[in-house]
């Protein structure tokens, strides 16, 4: 499949089949984070790829709502990334990320980003402090997000191109309107 149709159908997945990942797919997917580009090169991330059920639903308590994709997943790639070595390490982080979930999408495998950075659990913790503790991370570490990957059991539309959002879009200059080509 090209790239594009890819894209258009491309859907976060939340629920996911048993089946569990092959390990040269998974290896796939994380060399798909390695080859990301990051800025000055720095490659300020790191991954923690946990695939044991009860860590998963651990994490899921990293917060208390939307974070339902790891409940079912057999894998979840935990996004770290390191202030230290790059002013732009969270664009770094979420290109990295980015890069995964496409290149799961290109395998036929489903995945969803849960948003660390920011959030807190029930208990009013700071998120990114609770996943750190879990798995060790080093405190200087960022915990941008965790993505979830698996077989998908939801079924889910492709985008229908025309519903695209041109009014985004500006040509030249700023405008508030603007119409695509017919
Ligand atoms: C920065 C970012 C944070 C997100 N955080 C969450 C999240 O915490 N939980 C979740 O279920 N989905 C999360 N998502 C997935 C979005 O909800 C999803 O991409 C959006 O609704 C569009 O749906 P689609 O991916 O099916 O096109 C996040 C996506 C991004 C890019």
Redesign the pocket.
Known sequence: MDLHQLLLE???I?RYTDQPIDAGDVKTILEAGLLAPSSKSARSWQFVVVEDHDMMLKLQAC?PT????LATAPLAVVVTTSPGKSAAYVEDA?VAASFMQLQAAALGIGS????VRG?FTADDMDSEEYVRELLNIPDDMCVV?IIAFGYSAET?RP?DPSKLLWEKVHLGTWRDEFEPEQ
């Open positions: 491309r859907h976060s939340r917060k939307y974070a339902a994709s979420a969803c980003w849960t948003q959030r997000c889910r985008v």
